[in-house]
């Protein structure tokens, strides 16, 4: 074969290959087949017991990861690697010295009183910290974004941000109950972020507790339910659902497995567009960051105008409109004629969206943004990007 000449066009062809060849490696080295279990991961606690409950008998339905979550998990695990290895290497230099130990230690809980021992939750923990003095605790180490990791300081912070709240759950059912042999003193929160120092967020037994006694319990429920349904004794449908529909955003399930009322009440509208449900991903990579990602948001007020309620892959939008006092009458008699217009302009809100990734995160901001009654004629104009894809939100 003659060696091609070296055109900018065979640059680029070549550069397509690369990038192919990158992608199709890591389908293939990260893409773990979806399959079906009898307890909860230690990194799935959920605010909704139906969410664990699909996470256990439907785990096999979500669709595959898309590529450029597949790269968000692998830069993860990399990175929350060498944020342990910088640890070990600390450790000597620590005041007192601590030494790192325990990675991939199993811990699993189980049914208090059931005779079988049933699993309950299962996970492996990230390592363990033991210094000179004879304390020893638990590590939960994470990657985050650096306007999610600056906004934790506390494990109350943890708890309220929908990127490490999960986490903060796993941490505290890792302290609460050490693998056998071992008793904890604390856990420390090793937030790794890009360009800065880790944060790192201790919590004691004292402040984990009610979080852990809550997700044993939930995972105790979510199990009991699973057994109905694997037993063909119920329907994953009678599940109570959550009250607040905040706790769906970002639910792999919603909208392809799960209508919850208030959205089916709201008369939310599912997006099928897959060119729209990609500009909607795209958009929420961009944010109002680029010159591309506040046209995004442009288009997505077009389209959705009007709309209460909208579920595009991972993301509800909420819309209402707002009132404008208006005068359709000559200046000189405004005053003694003035009208209201109930439909002057529309709000569209996007409601923050948990888009997490093992290792990153992201926020998931709310965004306002208002189109203008002069701006309705352009709603109806096609368009849109082209690929493809539902998100799939949660731990993997
Ligand atoms: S969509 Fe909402 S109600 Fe349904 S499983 Fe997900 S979190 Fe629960």
């Known amino acids: 074969m003659s060696r091609p000449a070296p055109t900018a066009d065979r640059a680029w062809e070549l550069a397509g290959v690369i990038r192919a060849a990158m992608t199709a490696e890591l389908i293939d080295a990260e893409q773990r087949p979806r399959d079906t279990r009898d307890y909860v991961y230690a990194s799935g606690f959920h605010p909704c017991v139906k969410r ?15 590529p450029h979550r597949l790269a968000g998990f692998r830069m993860g695990k990399q990175r ?9 290497a600390a450790g000597r230099y620590g005041d007192p010295k601590f030494e790192v130990f325990g990675k991939d230690m199993v811990a699993r809980f189980y049914h208090d009183n059931d005779p079988r021992q049933r699993k309950l939750i299962s996970g492996k923990i990230d390592g363990a910290l033991r210094f000179a003095t004879g304390e020893v605790g638990v590590i939960e180490t994470k990657w985050l974004a650096p306007w999610t990791v600056g906004k934790v300081h ?12 999960a986490a903060a759950y796993q941490g ?12 904890w003193d604390f856990v420390w929160f090793v937030l790794g972020v890009h360009g800065d120092l880790p944060h790192i967020v201790p919590a004691t037994l004292a402040d984990v507790t009610p979080f852990a006694d809550e997700f044993l319990s939930k995972a105790e429920e979510a199990v009991a339910w699973r057994d109905l349904v694997a037993d063909g004794d119920a329907s994953v449908d009678q599940v ?5 529909l905040e706790v769906c955003h970002g639910c792999w399930a919603l909208g392809s497995m799960c209508f919850p009322p208030q959205v089916a009440a709201e ?15 795209r958009w929420a990579e961009l944010k109002e960051a680029t010159k591309e990602g506040k ?12 709309r209460e309620m909208v579920v595009v892959g991972d993301h509800v939008f909420t819309g209402k409109w707002q009132g404008q006092t208006v005068y359709d009458i000559p200046d000189e008699v405004k005053a003694k004629y003035r009208g209201f217009n109930p439909q002057y302009q529309f709000k569209l809100n996007h409601q923050a969206v948990v888009k997490r990734t093992e290792g990153t995160a992201q926020d998931g901001d709310t965004q306002e943004g208002t189109t203008h009654a002069q701006e309705a004629g352009e709603a109806a104009r096609p368009e ?12 993997r």
């Not at 929350?80 to 070990?88: A, T, Y």
């Not at 109950?177 to 008793?183: I, L, N, S, T, Y």
Request: glycine share 8%.
């Open 154 to 165: 506390t494990y109350a912070d943890l708890l309220r941000s929908p990127w490490t709240r």
């Open 240 to 244: 109570p659902l959550p009250k607040d």
């Open 172 to 183: 505290a059912e890792y302290l609460w109950a050490p693998p056998e042999g071992f008793a």
């Open 295 to 306: 046209a995004l948001w442009e288009k997505l007020k077009r389209w959705y105008r009007g």
């Open 267 to 281: 008369g939310a509208h599912l997006e099928l567009n897959e060119d729209r449900i990609a500009a909607v991903e």
């Open 52 to 66: 664990m409950v699909l996470d256990m008998v439907a785990g096999d339905k979500k669709p595959p990861w898309e």
């Open 384 to 395: 849109g990007t082209t690929g493809a894809a539902h998100g799939q939100g949660a731990e």
């Open 80 to 88: 929350e690697n060498d944020v342990r290895l910088w640890l070990e």
